[in-house]
């Protein structure tokens, strides 16, 4: 059970029959922010009061008298201007906690009504390397995955990867006329990312060429634009003058910003010039551009060559990324990617037309959305359908096949416009009482602050940054080994796996504990830190707590089934007790707004509860034989909650570290 969920329903019991919808005041019963205030507060006296025009004091005491949780809570107060203070009966805490020990789910209720969820997560673009980026959504959508599945609902996951586009044809023009022959057969991944690479970089580099006549005349004219500002009389007026010296410094940003861009686009150029090899390429392919997306519209047309290659050259790049989602123990119910809905985009264009939802626009085809000032575009001039009509084939699909009550999407948050728009379509269409969530997050960002790249200014590859966590943590593995007196040698055998588990770790947990929505630097060393919030941190917690069983000998089935109460005498042991109870709430939390980051604030909170009540209650050397079982009871728990949520987060324990 969640209490919080418990005490809730009390007071809503409590609030019938003085106000209509209590809802919005049940928000107000939260866990206690401070613990001198007892473990829960209800501050709805006030806004209470407001609604029903009472003083809060008084609502309080009302409150009060309708309020029954004595068999929960010692007798409540209200405090200060009608603060309803919570505090859990030690008896029944013990209780709840013996009862604990039995259960595999720590507590944790399947949901009362089941809901059928659609994820999709990963999703990466095939024909290119995987990116950091696509680690954040396979990291938060596993996560949400298994939280949702562990907490009974049906989820299937299905995996929307890139397979279909503009890549390709970049694939494509590459294959015909860069390839390595020799080097396609040894290893055809690796020289199908190396021609992606290079036809993004030549026909990046005539883009920058192409755009370079127009930046300059921009700058000029802009530059024109100042120097006439300046030549002209100030004005006298107080007034003007500030509205004047706005005017140029918005306009001498203005300078600033082409300049930069004009910069970095000869940047760029430079890049490519001063490289014999590119150059030579680049003067042979100058019209690589239009070649390239002539091959993807080719592909689409069903162009017999084209499609072989496609047909080709697939598998490897699936085996390329299933061999991530092994190291990351990730699996995908479907993977229905991109071209999966090849045959059905003109169907959906049509229908939209018909139902008066689309409507041509400039020989293109489009939904006008109220609010946006950008149009959907499903169709393009040439014909070609985009991204946004393959998705909008893939909710007809899925509802269609799965109904789901909810469909989550758990992609960057530059890709906010078009999910506020394919969502909007989507209503209009007929897809009215289906939940569609776009689960959104923020940049990976570098040292630098600015997104995460390496040394050569390519977006990391993953597979590479699993390999340096591994090894890093490798590193703090042994570190730590060697402070320990002996040598184990199975334990030395076993360090490539401890190290696996404590890297891979390392990288989702610093994901997960991150408020989704906020970009973050990505460190090394901070995600391996064996102090703070990471999942080194809390893997060492579990396996501290794993170290006292077997240095002990402990019969962990006997002790579950003992019947000694748990003792809660001490403030360490009772605040880690109330922690332990809170398991499902945290839960609850992450499920409530999909946020996996409610689980690790909170196992990082038990396990620092942990920490206090190991520096002050002895366990193994407990004065009484039933105190010493009563704190392995808890020790037990805790190690129990930390693997489970853990495990929910898809992030293994290691036994001993
Ligand atoms: N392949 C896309 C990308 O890498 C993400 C796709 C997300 N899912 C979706 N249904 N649009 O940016």
Known sequence: MSILVELQSRFRAALAGLVDDPSEFLKLVQPAADAQFGDYQANLAMPLGKRLGKPPREMAQQVLQRLDVADLCKQPESAGPGFINLQLRDDWLGNHLQTLLGDGRLGAASATVARRFVIDYSAPNIAKPMHVGHVRSTVIGAALDRTLRFLGHRVISDNHIGDWGMQFGMILYGYKHLRNEAAYEQNPVAELSRLYRLVNLLVGYHEDMAALPELKSRLERQEQVVAEMVAQPPPTEKAALKQAAKALGRAEDQIDQLRKLLSSTHERI?????????????????????????ETAKLHAGDAENRRIWRNVLPACRDEIDR????????????????????????????????????????????????????????????????????????????????????????????????????????????????????????????????????????????????????????????????????????????GQIAEAVGIGAIKYADLSQNRTSDYIFSYDKMLAMNGNTATYMQYAYARVRSIFAKGNVDLAAIRQDAVPISLAHSAERSLAVAIAQFPEALGLVVADYRPNHLTSYLFELANRYSTFFENCPVLKAETHALRASRLKLCDLTARVLKLGLELLGIRVVEKM
């Open 324 to 495: 991530i989602y092994r190291r990351l123990q990730v699996t995908f119910d479907y993977t229905l990617g991109e071209s999966f809905y090849e045959d059905k985009l003109a169907g959906v264009v049509e229908d939209l037309e018909r139902r008066g939802i689309a409507r041509p626009s400039n020989g293109a085809t489009c939904v006008f959305i109220e609010g946006h000032e950008t149009p959907f575009l499903i169709r393009k001039q040439d014909g070609a359908f985009l991204y946004a009509t393959t998705d909008l084939a893939t909710i007809q699909y899925r509802m269609q096949t799965w109904q789901p009550d909810a469909i989550l999407y758990v992609v960057d948050h530059r890709q906010s416009l078009h999910f506020e728009q394919l969502f909007a379509t989507a209503r209009q269409w007929g897809y009215r009482d289906v939940e569609l969530q776009h689960v959104s997050f923020g940049t990976v960002l570098g040292d630098d602050g600015r997104p995460f790249k390496t040394r050569s200014g390519d977006t990391v590859g993953l597979e590479s940054l699993l390999d340096e966590a591994v090894s890093r943590a490798l590193a703090v593995v042994s570190a730590s080994d060697e402070k320990k007196p002996g040598r184990d040698a199975a334990r030395e055998d076993n360090r």
């Open 270 to 294: 430079a890049r490519i010039e001063g490289d014999p090899g590119v150059e030579h390429l680049a003067r042979a392919h100058p019209d690589i551009r239009s070649a390239v997306l002539a």
